[in-house]
């Protein structure tokens, strides 16, 4: 077991000597390798891709149809930048190859917050600790909605906006084009951007640089655009929220802090099909612990990731308050998609 240790130690010491002394070379192989995980995991989404929701209904459909203008078409009160973006590039190949164009954005988007939180710009943290979370990050079950798709491009956007705002200056000028581009893509790409803003006002009242105040400003055109869509749309359809403290704690309990460690199915077996008399007692106590380790963790953590754990918790609040109307046969679908 020492021996072990010992390998395995000097491997992760050997990976972070490539990582400082040939950064293009350490990119490339943390691409590579997250491109391997994640298509461990959905095989298919490369050797029989296929259109996952909105992907063919909306994004591709828009783009065979109407071209580049379907670009500005809200959907859902916003718009959807990156993913319709992704449909109409993917009108220059064969139809049947199209899902594998779309499917190629959303894994490209998907490894850009692990490229980033194990370049230099996060040299503050360990880097075993930074190698650990990224691989948390492509293998957390009960992730499948956001696991390599175009359409929900806007969720590893978002985390990669909210990664540059949080990290160290770049080594060389040339890659503030990288910050500008992400923050501005991040904010006008959906609503999300206008979440990253309190983070960008919190770091510049702190720091009182001006990278601070240009991540800030970049925000800003973007989160005006999709604010101003989301209240003048009426592509909107907001369901009954129904809010309660027996669904928090079911929310919290059961899809956030269970489901993230025992997967989709195991959590389906849950609710569908056996062990309802004793549920909800379950979530009540993965809510108490997981909750509690969060606690514990603010409590010990440094202050630029209390503002990730801001961000993520107005994710959370926000997605909760103002829920999407789901029809019938929507709901449906989505039931046999995950079993």
């Given at each position: 077991m020492r021996n072990r240790v010992g390998v395995l130690s000097e491997f992760l010491g050997n990976l972070e000597a490539t990582g400082c002394k040939f950064p293009a070379r350490f990119q490339l192989a943390a691409w590579l390798a997250s491109f391997a995980i994640l298509l461990s995991r959905r095989p298919d989404a490369i050797l029989n891709a296929q259109f996952w929701a909105e992907d063919g209904k909306f994004w591709f459909a828009d783009a065979y149809n109407i071209g580049i203008r379907s670009l500005w078409i809200p959907e859902a009160g916003y718009f959807h930048i990156f993913p319709r973006l992704a449909a109409y590039v993917a009108l220059a190949v064969p139809l049947d190859r199209a899902p594998l164009v779309m499917n190629l954005f959303g894994i490209a988007f998907q490894i850009l917050p692990v490229a980033l939180f194990l370049s230099r710009r996060f040299a503050s943290i360990s880097f075993r600790v930074r190698l650990l979370a990224s691989l948390l990050y492509l293998v957390v079950p009960n992730s499948f909605e956001i696991h390599v798709t175009a359409t929900n491009i806007q969720w590893h956007l978002a985390l990669s906006g909210c990664?540059?705002?949080?990290?160290?200056?770049?080594?060389?000028?040339?890659?503030?084009?990288?910050?500008?581009?992400?923050?501005?893509?991040?904010?006008?790409?959906?609503?999300?951007?206008?979440?990253?803003?309190?983070?960008?006002?919190?770091?510049?009242?702190?720091?009182?640089?001006?990278?601070?105040?240009?991540?800030?400003?970049?925000?800003?055109?973007?989160?005006?655009?999709?604010?101003?869509?989301?209240?003048?749309?009426?592509?909107?359809?907001?369901?009954?929220?129904?809010?309660?403290?027996?669904?928090?704690?079911?929310?919290?309990?059961?899809?956030?802090?269970?489901?993230?460690?025992?997967?989709?199915?195991?959590?389906?077996?849950?609710?569908?099909?056996?062990?309802?008399?004793y549920l909800f007692q379950l979530e009540c106590v993965a809510f108490i612990v997981g909750l509690g380790l969060v606690l514990f963790a603010v409590r010990n953590m440094p202050f630029d990731r209390r503002l990730f754990l801001l961000f993520s918790v107005l994710e959370l609040i926000v997605a909760m308050h103002r829920p999407l109307a789901a029809s019938a046969d929507q709901e449906h679908s989505a039931g046999l998609q995950v079993t």
């Open positions: 990664l540059l705002l949080l990290s160290l200056a770049a080594d060389h000028p040339r890659w503030n084009a990288l910050d500008i581009f992400v923050l501005a893509a991040a904010a006008i790409d959906s609503p999300l951007g206008a979440l990253l803003i309190p983070t960008a006002l919190v770091l510049w009242f702190v720091r009182r640089d001006s990278r601070s105040l240009y991540g800030l400003l970049f925000l800003i055109p973007g989160t005006i655009l999709q604010v101003s869509c989301a209240l003048l749309s009426n592509s909107r359809s907001v369901g009954p929220n129904g809010a309660s403290f027996r669904r928090l704690v079911s929310i919290l309990g059961g899809q956030v802090f269970l489901s993230s460690i025992l997967g989709v199915r195991t959590s389906v077996d849950f609710y569908f099909h056996r062990h309802l008399s």
